[in-house]
């Protein structure tokens, strides 16, 4: 112990010193859902004037940035995002932001083959006696930075829960170039939105399909939060989690007694995520939790491990999709919305679980500004949208019209069974849309 304590404190810095290495050109690794860095982001948003062309590697931010108020033009740094929250989109609004398509299974694997590290900086909890500074919520590809980063710069945040895992969870000191005690700065805090009576019966047709001993994979949103409501209310049992995304859903499930994870084939008895976002309730429910396992996103999102557990069942939201079955999940035409993240891992993999399940859900129409309602099942997929779904990858769509399994079906098929759950308004437009496409055939079902 007395060891690892001395090397702390030969490493101990004040923030200007830490943010000091940081030079003209370098690639940093920055922020990832709620593992910010509020300390090192504003003593490094005081160096703006003297550093050019800087490139910040981060993504689901759930902070507001400190560089990013200093540099508004974006003449000094440049924000490249892996995955859009609603913090990001007003980067790239601004101009700020640029994406970068990413298949987050792969994440580690860009990190070590592709990217450029110069620096980490991640914030952390405390250094335990063992000289290990945990990664709290977020473990993700942190791991795959630290082996390749130049430089790792680790800010510390009193209020982080520890985290259990199956590996890749901490660091340790030794690998560590500087610390940074930033206090107690909490976790962000992210609550979804009360589910509307469309989430709650979209929600139902997908609860129809669970079983006992499911494994569950859901997305974040109102209506995944409203499933997860219902399974607590439900009478499943035994079931299990090897998710992305963990959120405070599964706290309720878990807490219902619907979930324990004793039926999987892999990590029995734990319930398996790469990062979490969520209330204090979740943070309070990860801490020293055994329960949970935290791993790298290259193990839980990789197809081969996800696809080894029977039953895996991916809940996900989509945006829009077209009378063929392309789903797009991240963009509204050509403007980000959020990003490929796993969806594409866990459609894959659930549908090649034995006894697994995929379901891509939304509400069959959205409103503009304007007051103006438009349909999210389309002839074609609107101009400059991004397909993030291919159409052989998709099983089931639900909307609040019903749900429909669209494997092996070819497209007049698909854009009947698509039609016959879209919104009324718009059913007769797109059966004179599919038949412009040559979709329909004049045996179709009106």
């Not at 050019?52 to 200093?70: E, F, K, L, T, W």
């Not at 805090?189 to 609860?207: F, G, H, M, R």
């Not at 079983?211 to 049992?237: E, H, T, V, Y």
């Not at 959120?247 to 999987?264: L, Q």
Request: charged share 25%; proline share 4%.
């Amino acid at each position: 112990m007395a060891e690892w304590v001395n090397e702390y404190k030969g490493k101990l810095v004040s923030p200007e010193k830490a943010v000091s290495v940081v030079k003209s050109g370098d690639w940093i690794r920055y922020t990832f859902g709620v593992n910010t860095v509020p300390v090192l982001d504003k003593a490094l948003a005081l160096r703006i004037p003297e550093l050019y062309d800087v490139q910040i590697h981060a993504g689901v931010s759930m902070r507001p940035h400190a560089i990013i108020d200093a540099d508004p033009k974006g003449e000094h740094f440049t924000w490249n995002c892996t995955h859009m929250t609603g913090i990001d989109r007003k980067y790239f609004k601004m101009g700020r932001a640029y994406y970068m398509p990413t298949k987050y299974s792969e994440e580690p694997r860009y990190i070590k083959e592709n990217s450029i590290v110069d620096v980490l900086m991640v914030q952390v909890a405390p250094m335990d006696k063992h000289g290990n500074f945990n990664l709290g919520p977020t473990i993700s590809h942190y791991r795959a930075c630290a082996d390749v980063a130049k430089t790792i710069i680790v800010e510390v945040n009193e209020d982080m829960p520890i985290a259990h895992g199956g590996y890749g969870h901490y660091l340790h000191v030794s690998e560590v170039d500087y610390i940074v005690e930033g206090g107690h700065t909490g976790l962000p805090q992210v609550s979804s939105p009360n589910p509307t009576e469309v989430d709650e019966k979209i929600a139902s047709y997908v609860l129809e399909e669970l079983r006992d001993g499911d494994c569950l994979q859901l997305g974040i949103g109102r209506m995944p939060n409203a499933l997860g409501k219902m399974i607590a209310q439900s009478s499943l049992k035994d079931l299990g989690v090897h998710t992305e995304m963990l959120v405070d859903s599964y706290v309720d499930m878990v807490e219902a007694g619907r979930i324990t994870n004793r039926r999987k084939q892999r990590d029995p008895g734990r319930l398996v995520y790469t990062f979490a976002a969520g209330t204090q309730k979740l943070y309070d429910f990860i801490d020293n939790n055994p329960q949970c396992a935290g791993y790298p996103v290259d193990y839980t999102n990789d197809r081969l491990i996800a696809c080894s557990i029977d039953n895996l069942v991916s809940i996900n939201n989509a945006i829009e999709i077209d009378l063929t079955g392309q789903v797009c999940s991240e963009s509204k035409g050509s403007r980000m919305i959020s990003g490929a993240g796993g969806q594409l891992d866990f459609v894959d993999s659930a549908y090649n679980s034995k006894g697994g399940r995929s379901f891509l859900c939304f509400s069959s129409v959205y409103t503009d500004k304007e007051g103006n309602k438009h349909s999210r099942i389309n002839p074609l997929l609107t101009l400059g949208a991004v397909v993030t779904d291919t159409r052989p990858t998709v099983q089931f769509v639900v909307t609040e019209y019903g749900k429909v399994c669209l494997k092996g079906n070819a497209t007049w098929q698909r854009a009947e069974k698509l039609i016959s759950i879209a919104h009324p308004d718009f059913r007769e437009e797109l059966i004179r849309e599919a038949q412009k496409l040559g979709f329909w055939r004049q045996s179709n079902k009106r």
